[in-house]
């Protein structure tokens, strides 16, 4: 049975971007937080402008779908992005925890109740899982993301926000997070992903936990907006998305991360480390620096070293690869 009001429990806001949404795909998902067995629930959903999926179809299905707990749904006036509408999503939702939602996966059952079972045992700010790995058509392709995306290691306890500057295992729609910590992570940073800022935040405030034990059913699709190379083609996007947008990322973190303050030394490696690594790539030197700070991001450091000078068909090859774990 679906969750429902007045069960004891803290409340739980379960949060939901949507834009352009596959109708079935966004059924099975609600369907799915309606099964949640955890009995204190409240839903909100906003609308990134879908410029063809009509508002009122979606809010039809969501009426249809969610009966058992309350629900808000809104949709933004111009399109936002997903990172500003889940930030005002955030801003808006009331809960004791924040579970962060995806239009496309399908929950099981017994996630809700085992996060926050586990976030009071372990007094973490933020507590994630292991997902399924489905396709398109809804077929389980994996029993983990690590056998989909080798480099994924999940890791538990403190001091964890010196790896998540240069590195994340956190996924954002297996998160339950504190209310009250994911409000205080307002205003996102613009060059992270939501998810990837809050278990920063999170990482530096406390503890993180990690449940090694699939709790969604996770679709990937050609259309997903995250994952290993995402929206990498050639020299010139991947320049863009891993070189400039990280250059971007420390510089919003330097001047503006809450915990900046205890992080000055890493931030400003990371700083050094990306300045070098844009010099290489334009001819303008860097290996030294890179070399220097080879332990921060090593398969980068390998990669970037070769692939500036590579061919456009043999870059894109290697990117293919490397999309696909071969590399």
Not at 133 to 162: C, M, N, P, W, Y
Request: contains cysteine.
């Amino acid at each position: 049975m679906g969750g429902c009001m007045g069960s004891g429990k803290p409340r739980i806001a379960i949060l939901m971007a949507v834009y352009e949404p596959r109708m079935d795909w966004l059924r099975e998902q609600l369907l799915s937080l309606e099964g949640q067995t955890y009995p204190n629930l409240r839903l909100y959903i906003r609308d990134d402008s879908s410029p063809t999926v009509a508002f009122g179809e979606i809010e039809a299905l969501v009426r249809e779908c969610i009966r058992s707990f309350p629900f808000e749904i809104r949709r933004n006036e111009k399109n936002l992005g997903s990172n500003e509408t889940f930030q005002r999503l955030t801003e808006e939702a009331e809960g004791d925890y924040f579970a962060y939602c995806d239009q496309d996966d399908i929950w099981l059952p017994e996630k809700l109740e085992v996060l926050q079972e586990e976030m009071e045992a372990s007094g973490a700010e933020l507590v994630c899982s292991d997902m399924f790995i489905i396709d398109g058509d809804g077929k389980q392709v994996a029993d983990s993301i690590t056998k989909v995306r080798r480099r994924h290691k999940f890791a538990s306890g403190e001091g964890l926000a010196k790896e998540l500057l240069v590195r994340n295992f956190v996924t954002g729609c297996t998160i339950l997070v504190r209310g009250g910590t994911a409000k205080e992570c307002v205003p996102f940073c613009p060059a992270m992903v939501h998810d990837y800022y809050i278990a920063l935040c999170c990482a530096a405030k406390g503890t993180i936990q990690s449940v090694e034990k699939p709790l969604i059913r996770y679709r990937i699709h050609g259309r997903n907006q995250t994952g290993v190379l995402a929206g990498v083609k050639d020299k010139e996007s991947y320049y863009k998305l891993r070189i400039l947008e990280m250059q971007e990322r420390f510089q919003w973190l330097s001047s503006n991360w809450p915990y900046r303050e205890d992080f000055q030394k890493e931030l400003k490696q990371c700083a050094e480390w990306i300045q070098a690594r844009q010099n290489n790539w334009n001819g303008r030197g860097g290996k030294k620096t890179m070399w220097r700070y080879r332990s921060l991001f090593p398969k980068a450091m390998v990669f970037e070293f070769i692939m500036p000078y590579l061919p456009k068909c043999l870059f894109k090859l290697a990117i293919w690869m490397g999309k696909n774990n071969y590399i």
